[in-house]
């Protein structure tokens, strides 16, 4: 086999199996850029949602976790290459998932309690399913009813659902 390095570095310059980029190829990276900007709004607007409630809540904290593709794919069982971010409070849980190209599912759960934890197989139910497209610069966000909604809208009911 050839050194080590050059062999991981010819896979990293794409050298090993190159190829060229067909039209459908490029339309899934523009795709794929446009599913990356839309949860990283997603996912910023909710830090910060976090951070603003962490620094006034004198009850339980919130956090916020990016899930890597892997963790998605195998441990929640989710078949395909999706992106996509959780909340928890000590109660609930909620994920943030690339559903399809224009689409991001909102899941929540309860999270069972202590003396509960044999009925922990209930279902996550869905919050919300947003679509969204680009228009201009930015991104519009329309509800399961297609009624256009501010992404901000939409992490202050998912923080109030976490809490309440």
């Given at each position: ?7 991981i570095m010819g896979i990293a310059n794409g050298r090993e199996g190159a190829y060229s980029k067909t039209k459908t190829e490029a339309l899934s990276n523009e ?134």
């Open positions: 086999m050839q050194n080590f390095k050059e062999a795709i794929e850029t446009r599913i990356h900007e839309v949860i990283e709004i997603l996912f910023k607007q909710t830090e910060l949602g976090v951070r603003i409630y962490n620094e006034e809540s004198d009850n339980f904290k919130l956090s916020i976790f990016r899930l890597p593709r892997e963790f998605i794919t195998i441990f929640l069982n989710i078949p395909s290459d999706r992106i996509g971010f959780c909340l928890t409070s000590e109660e609930k849980f909620v994920l943030f998932l690339e559903e399809s190209p224009d689409k991001i599912l909102i899941l929540g759960k309860k999270i069972p309690k202590e003396e509960n934890r044999e009925f922990a197989l209930n279902r996550a139910i869905q919050l919300i399913k947003l679509q969204y497209e680009k228009v201009g610069d930015r991104y519009a966000f329309k509800d399961n009813t297609g009624s256009t909604i501010d992404h901000k809208e939409i992490i202050v009911h998912i923080i109030k659902w976490l809490v309440n």
